[in-house]
């Protein structure tokens, strides 16, 4: 087998599920936690351990061959690569959601020029052009959901899986954006280059999907 990198989130929700998915079709590192690129059990295959936001750049660029990670994170990478797999877990929204005692209940009553915070600017962006309504993006990175109660904007663009930190913190979703789960996803170029080992990555990675959801 040729070499081949597959590169996964080197912490975060995804992290756990991925990591038991490879171990069940022998791909386990064998080094280090703390090693970003690691040899694993599967001979010619090395896991690149990074951030689940950088995981498109890397596959893109052909640094890695292949990547794990939530479709909110390609869609926002705005990066062209093959989408192999919807590995139907890491399920949530990306929703739009305002203060609990807003008035507004559609994005389609939403005035212009309001202030919105998101650590998704790209996909905001295009979700408000489609509505022809102007908008002010505030890029945060982290706690998201405390912005319109500090004053900073009107609404929100977050990830929610349960909506209780929504309500925690005073919010209410008044659109789901987009729907999200873990993407395998190969660059162009090794797609052609190494077919069959990433042909054979993708088929095992498809029956434990397969097995995990019967279970």
Known sequence: ?????????????????IMEILESINIKPLDDDRVYLSNTTMEGVQLLSIRAVDIPTYVYYGIADMGITGK?????SGFEFYELIDM?????????????????????????????ATEFPNITKKFFNNLG???????????VEIAPLLGLSDCIVDLS?????????GLKSIAIIMKSS?????????YKTKYNEVKKIEELLVKACENIRVL
């Open 182 to 190: 873990a993407r395998l996803i190969c660059n162009k170029v090794s």
């Open 88 to 116: 139907k877990f890491g399920l949530c929204n990306l929703v739009l959601a305002v203060k609990e005692d807003s008035p507004y209940n559609n994005p389609l009553q939403l005035p212009q020029g309001i202030k919105v």
């Open 161 to 169: 899986t349960t909506g209780e930190t929504l309500k925690k913190n």
């Open 133 to 143: 309504i102007k908008v002010e993006i505030i890029v945060l990175r982290g706690a």
């Open 1 to 17: 087998m040729k070499g081949l990198i597959l590169a996964i989130p080197n912490k975060g929700r995804l992290r756990k599920p």
């Open 72 to 76: 909110d994170i390609i869609e926002e």
